[in-house]
């Protein structure tokens, strides 16, 4: 099939020119409970265009737009510093499985590749985990997201980069981030920022 935009529907391309103008530059946000922790940024806000090719990539199993989200991230985050070790904020296991494997670690991997082209240092480390347990989010309050996670982020054997970036599509209440950062700060490994596709509210 022809590709068409995940938006608009325009023909050509999974995101058309005009769509993927909705990734602006970084603004920072400031939402418990991440706020404190880290700089949290964001590249757009969670509605209309952005909402719409966010739910295709995650919901519809239009995987074609990782590249566009990829280059979206990339374009940004120069500005945050020189070097990147990017670290995806990990789904639940039925969640990847639906999606075709993890979309935020797809999403880094074409950030990255984008970030190397033009001649920065950029890698991807996947070393966060879901525990079987955690429940869907979407309907769930900031507290009750807090406890859902409580315990149930781990860290892979391996690699054990000493800066990253953490990465993930939406922003909502924070308590996704904030988890993992802490979880990346008490083993030593410290979060330069937050940076998300877009932030809700």
């Known amino acids: 099939m022809p590709a068409h935009c995940a938006s608009c529907g325009a023909p050509g391309a999974p995101c058309c020119e005009t ?9 920072e946000i400031t939402r418990a409970p991440t706020a404190g922790l880290v700089p949290v940024y964001a590249l757009a ?3 209309d265009e952005a909402r719409r090719l966010i739910l295709a990539y995650k919901e519809r199993g239009r995987r074609d737009l990782a590249p566009s989200l990829g280059r979206a991230l990339a374009e940004a985050l120069p500005r945050i510093r020189p070097e990147h070790c990017l ?24 950030c990255a590749k984008v970030l190397v082209s033009k001649g920065n240092l950029a890698t991807v480390a ?5 525990k079987a347990g955690v429940r869907d989010a979407a309907k769930l309050t900031r507290a009750e997201r807090a406890v859902n996670l409580d315990g149930r982020i781990r860290l892979v054997p391996g690699i054990r980069p000493e800066r990253v970036i953490l990465l993930d599509d939406v922003i909502t209440t924070g308590a996704t981030a904030a988890a993992c950062t802490r979880m990346l700060d008490a083993s030593g490994i410290h979060v330069s920022a937050v940076v998300a596709l877009a932030a809700a509210g």
């Open 19 to 27: 769509c993927q103008t909705v990734w602006g530059s970084l603004s």
């Open 45 to 47: 806000r969670y509605a």
């Open 87 to 110: 670290v995806p904020v990990p789904s639940r296991r039925h969640a990847s499985r639906v999606r075709g494997g993890p979309h935020v670690q797809r999403m880094a991997e074409e």
């Open 126 to 130: 996947p070393v966060l985990k879901l």
